[in-house]
Structures are given as structure tokens and as C-alpha cells.
């Protein structure tokens, strides 16, 4: 059976007042006694009374309630950046409604229509990898509900983004794997829609490059979580002997790499040096701890937040989509240092 809410109503025909006599109560308007508006709060407290956010929002045209989706809560990178969003948004007066798509696109549109449906005043979003249409974005932008990408982003819609320098950050781990002298490097990317892989891509490809070193297609394989390295185990075994590191486009791949050569009798970084991107706390832990890149998610949460209450707070404003790039800091821990003189 459905709870049932105390409303205005039912405080109303407790009373012997009338609802209108009890909602001005609430409100401490003037025309009510002192004593019948402590009479009717105290009430209202005994029985729990809460307003009905729903039914308010829609009378003033806010909920001061932010939507938020991104594909995993249990990610670090994620967690940090709503903690960014949520210190920003609690200190601005904003509530947050999370979702997560788990890299579901079906599952992110349901999000999206979701918070629609609940008022939320704006959106920040970190869309799913497996998220190939972007009909439920264009619906938001041009309903002119405000709407900030972060980290994974949408080419096709001109809104307001933060992103990571994706790819300096892969030329700056491939870099270091060839100054440890390494020269056949596997890269284990993402699916080429999604624009943080296509940029760690480049990085790497682009880092080659700049080392004289030629690009063999053979050594890019999709391949983006641990259950895609189990997947891809034969392949990877076989292209083992033939390179000396190996570049994850995350630091969990990374680590399951590791975990799987080092139980084929690999010795790392003595054989095969790894690198992974993000710097999760795992990778500090992992043993060799592995070297990354640190993305400053929480800092990247705040921004978000802050050009999202920017739009909100000058609706009337019609200014140019601004896209806010945080660089990288290269982590350099004993899986790569194999080489090192």
C-alpha cells in the first residue's frame, strides 16, 4: 500500500482551520497570530509535514534541484566528481538527483526523461559510452533546459563542457614508457565513439610520432575493463611476447592486465612495463604500484557546477558555450621504471 502524506489539508481538518489559514501559517504571514502559527507548525512538525517539492516547483517555475547521470557511482573518478558538484551545489542552495546509465545508453535515456519529469533546473552529464544517438540531449537543449558535459562529452550539441586533456595525458604516458626504453607498446583503447578514447588514442599514436617510432595497427585492441581483458586473454597472451609495455586507457584494465600476466609467469616491469590513466586509488596499491595519470575529478565536479549555476542565475544572457580543459599530472610508479638508469 502506498504511504500516505500528511498535506496541508490533513493538518487543515485536524485543526478545525482552513488550508489556506494553515499554508500561511507555515509561512509566517502576518494576518495569522503569533499563537496559531506556532499552533500549526508545531502540528506540522508532530506529524511530520514536509512540503511537496513537485508541487512547488511547478508553481514557481524552480526546484533549485540539479540532475546529474553518469555511467558509474562506484568509479572513483565519478564519486569525486560529484563530491565536487555536491560542495558547490549544497553551498549554492541547489539539491542533486543522481543517476547512473552503468554504460547503458537505454538506461541513460530513461535518466534523462526522468529528471525532466522531476523539474530539475539544469543538467550535468557524463554520457555513456555505448551512447551513439544523442536524440535525448537534443531534446533537453531544445527544450533550453541548461545542460554541462563532463569528461565524455557530445560533438553534436553546442553546450558548455569540462574535459580532461585526454590527449596530452596519453602522449605524456607514452612518452615516459619510451624514455624507459621501450619501443613496442600495446595500447588497450575504448570503443572509437566515445571522444575520451579516440583521444587517448591519438595521444599515444601521436607520441610515436614525435619518437620516430612507426604505428602497428596490431597493437591497439579494444579492450576497456576487466572483463574485457578476461575476454581478449588469448589475444593479449599472444601479443605479450612481442611488446615491452603496455598502455591501458584506464587504470582498472590495467590492473587486470597486470593481474593476468603476472599469472602467466610475466614479471612486471621487468618483462612488460604497464601504465593506466586516472589514478584511481588502486593503483597506489596494486602491486608494482602502477604509474597513471591524475585526473582532477572533484575539481572538475566544482566547474561543472559553477557554469551550470552561471546559466541558471542569467538565463536572459545568450553568451558562447565555454569548454574548461583540466591538464594532467603524470604518476610515475614502479611499473614502468624497468628501464630506468
Excluded: W
Excluded at 499554508?23 to 512540503?51: C, G, M, W
Excluded at 558548455?160 to 613496442?184: Q, Y
Excluded at 596490431?218 to 609495455?245: G, Q, S
Aim: proline share 4%; with cysteine; hydrophobic share 40%.
Amino acid at each position: 500500500m502506498k504511504p500516505h502524506l500528511t498535506s496541508i489539508n490533513d493538518i487543515a481538518k485536524a485543526m478545525g482551520v482552513s488550508a489556506s489559514t494553515v499554508s500561511r501559517a507555515l509561512k509566517d504571514h502576518p494576518d495569522i497570530s503569533e499563537a496559531t502559527r506556532n499552533k500549526i507548525k508545531a502540528f506540522a512538525q508532530k506529524v511530520n509535514y514536509r512540503p511537496n517539492a513537485l508541487a512547488l516547483s511547478l508553481k514557481k517555475q524552480v526546484s533549485n534541484t540539479i540532475g546529474i547521470i553518469i555511467p558509474e557511482i562506484v568509479h572513483h573518478f565519478f564519486s569525486s566528481i560529484i563530491s565536487g558538484i555536491e560542495d558547490i551545489a549544497y553551498s549554492k542552495g541547489y539539491r542533486v538527483m543522481i543517476c547512473q546509465s552503468n554504460e547503458d545508453y537505454s538506461r541513460e535515456e530513461m535518466n534523462v526523461q526522468a529528471l525532466l519529469d522531476h523539474r530539475v533546473d539544469g543538467l550535468l552529464v557524463c554520457i555513456s559510452k555505448t551512447t551513439e544517438d544523442f536524440s535525448h540531449f537534443k531534446t533537453v537543449y531544445n527544450n533550453q533546459t541548461p545542460m554541462v558535459f563532463l569528461d565524455r562529452v557530445c560533438k553534436e550539441i553546442e553546450t558548455d563542457r569540462v574535459i580532461t586533456d585526454d590527449f596530452n595525458g596519453a602522449r605524456l604516458i607514452t612518452s615516459h614508457l619510451i624514455e624507459m626504453g621501450c619501443k613496442k607498446i600495446l595500447h588497450l583503447g575504448t570503443l572509437p565513439q566515445l571522444l575520451i578514447g579516440q583521444d587517448r588514442q591519438d595521444g599515444y599514436i601521436q607520441a610515436l610520432k614525435e619518437n620516430n617510432i612507426d604505428l602497428d595497427p596490431e597493437l591497439i585492441i579494444i579492450c576497456d575493463t576487466p572483463r574485457k581483458v578476461d575476454e581478449n586473454r588469448d589475444e593479449i597472451l599472444e601479443i605479450a611476447p612481442h611488446v615491452d609495455a603496455i598502455f591501458a586507457v584506464n587504470d582498472f584494465t590495467a590492473v587486470a592486465v597486470m593481474n593476468l600476466l603476472k599469472i602467466h609467469g610475466y614479471e612486471i616491469p621487468g618483462d612488460i612495463a604497464i601504465a593506466g590513466f586516472g589514478d584511481d586509488p588502486i593503483a597506489s596499491i596494486v602491486e608494482p604500484p602502477l604509474t597513471t595519470v591524475e585526473q582532477q575529478g572533484y575539481q572538475m565536479g566544482q566547474e561543472a557546477m559553477n557554469l551550470l549555476i552561471d546559466r541558471l542565475a542569467n538565463p536572459e544572457v545568450t553568451k558562447k558555450p565555454e569548454v574548461k580543459i583540466f591538464q594532467v599530472e603524470l604518476r610515475k610508479r614502479k611499473s614502468t621504471l624497468k628501464l630506468q638508469s
